[in-house]
């Protein structure tokens, strides 16, 4: 059995500089950036670029920072890059996959004038957070892979050994739960 390298050592490689940091880093988690950006973009080589950048932006980053857990640090500026890119990408058009899954939410969010007049973003991320750990856990999976990680219905189904009808039927009621809970903390819909 092969010898999988843990994140604590991976940061320290950052800490000492070595290029073998981002080599690793790759080896272990580099399937699942790439996963995530192209869930986004839906095109290899833009997704390819975007995971490029997220080493560069992680090799900027550590040091100073000691990402805790350093899986979820990285997947958020591949994030975060990817979703710079589609926006460049579709700044004339809207109807990337991504933004198809994003407009399922649409009304059960604020809008982002209730948002920047009536709650912080981060008091409104903290409140989303606390509706996440009201989920069971099973549910929680399926609402982060649909919505953070932009699966389909079909991968989502596959993972969590559902159909891809009682996935939806479930993403449907927490999206009615996110937008009760919400309403129940003074976030205007």
Do not use: H
């Amino acid at each position: 059995m092969f010898n999988i390298i843990k994140d604590k050592e991976i940061i320290q490689l950052f800490f000492k500089r070595s290029e073998r940091a981002i080599n690793k880093l790759n080896e272990k988690y580099g399937k699942l950036f790439y996963k995530l950006s192209y869930n986004i973009l839906k095109d290899r080589s833009d997704s390819e670029e975007c995971v490029n950048d997220t080493y560069l932006g992680v090799w900027k980053a550590i040091p100073p920072a000691i990402p805790d857990p350093l899986v979820a640090f990285v997947c958020k500026i591949v994030r975060n890059l990817s979703l710079k890119r589609l926006n460049m990408k579709t700044a004339k058009k809207r109807n990337s996959t991504y933004e198809l899954t994003l407009d399922e939410l649409e009304e059960y969010l604020p809008s982002a004038e209730n948002v920047e007049s009536k709650v912080d973003v981060r008091e409104l991320t903290q409140i989303i957070e606390g509706f996440l750990g009201t989920l069971i856990e099973e549910n929680r999976v399926i609402f982060m892979r649909r919505y953070w990680f932009a699966d389909t219905y079909e991968e989502i189904a596959k993972c969590v050994g559902l159909s891809e009808k009682n996935v939806s039927v479930r993403l449907t009621r927490m999206r009615k739960q996110l937008k009760c809970y919400l309403t129940e903390r003074g976030v205007s819909i």
